[in-house]
């Protein structure tokens, strides 16, 4: 919602040719919303399986939230095919039970199991190719599809084998899978709106701004999310943290750098003030762990006043084409919900 409240208000403000509201947008950046979705859910479940047990009911719960993220990614589907939702949704599941058994392999080194994973995520990125070609009538090629998805499982794969060795290149390799779903997106609402003869272009620069910023904001969410994960179980002065922090701050820059294609003279203030609120929620994370509610406050106080300063920015960057007050709205609804996080973060895995 953020995302397609910034694309509109900028796409405005400079002039970006296109519709970032048309359906095929909306497709798009479903799309990309769910897909980087499932490949953090998925190291997140991993993550869990590893710090806990494969059977623990923190990984029952962290698969629950996975699994609810593939039926909205079956319900994207079904929105344009209906009557395939169903059969797409018991396919995917299955190749998430396929990464799993690999996540169970890698951590046990056993190579040949981690094979046999391996050869049936291929064969599973073979039949989406024919599935997809199929509810495509044929202009969304099968060679194309499975391409895509052999690039998602050899990057989720290495980042699940990181997390197995314990290495902190896990984090940039989760922020690479993740980051590559875009693509993914890209290609498959391409294809799709092609042949439903869907109104407007999932192409335009319009719905390209769109789709890039609903990438870049959810990995922002979730790459906090685990840097605060790793803050709680290994410690915020740990070589963990600061990999899962470098990966978050590379996210900030990818943000930044969007804003600049817009403003120049503007990437390194929002980087600035980006970056601050990101330090806001670690002291509050840090906060929370400690106990410390006064600590708590300050930090959303903070937090309140940055996104007060947002909403300016992007009101000055978009000449009030996006209103101060909308831009302060949907960054209250981020605040709330990431701290909300983090205090179940802190409930769950600190000890007092």
Sequence with gaps: MTAGALAAGIAEGAMINGDSASVAADL??????????????????VATAYETAPNSPQFQAAAAALDQNSVAVADAVGSIVPDQRDSFLDAWRAHIGDFVSYAVAAKAGNDEAKAKEVADLAAYTQSQGAFFEQIAGGVLPSEAVTASLNEHVATLA?????????????????????????MSAEALAGGIV?????????????????????????????LAGVSVFVAYTSGADSAEFKAAAAALD????????????????????????????????????????????????????????????AGQFFSDLTGGALPAADVTEVLGHHAETLAGAIDSFSAALVDR
């Design 194 to 222: 092609t042949a439903t003869d869907t109104e407007g272009d999932p192409a335009d620069d319009a719905s390209a701004l769109r789709a890039r910023l609903t990438s870049q904001l959810v990995s922002h969410v979730y």
């Design 158 to 182: 290495a980042a699940v084998d990181a997390l197995a060795a314990g290495d902190d290149a896990a984090f940039d390799r989760l922020k690479t899978a993740g980051d590559h779903m875009a």
């Design 250 to 309: 590379e996210n900030s820059a990818d943000i930044a750098a969007g804003v600049g294609a817009v403003a120049p003279d503007q990437e390194m203030t929002f980087l600035e003030q980006w970056r601050s609120h990101i330090s806001d929620f670690v002291d509050y994370a840090l906060a929370a762990a400690g106990g410390d509610e006064a600590g708590q406050r300050q930090q959303l106080d903070d937090l309140n006043a940055y996104r007060v300063s």
């Design 28 to 45: 798009r950046s479903t799309l990309t919303a769910r897909l980087t979705e499932h490949v953090y859910l998925s190291g997140i479940a």
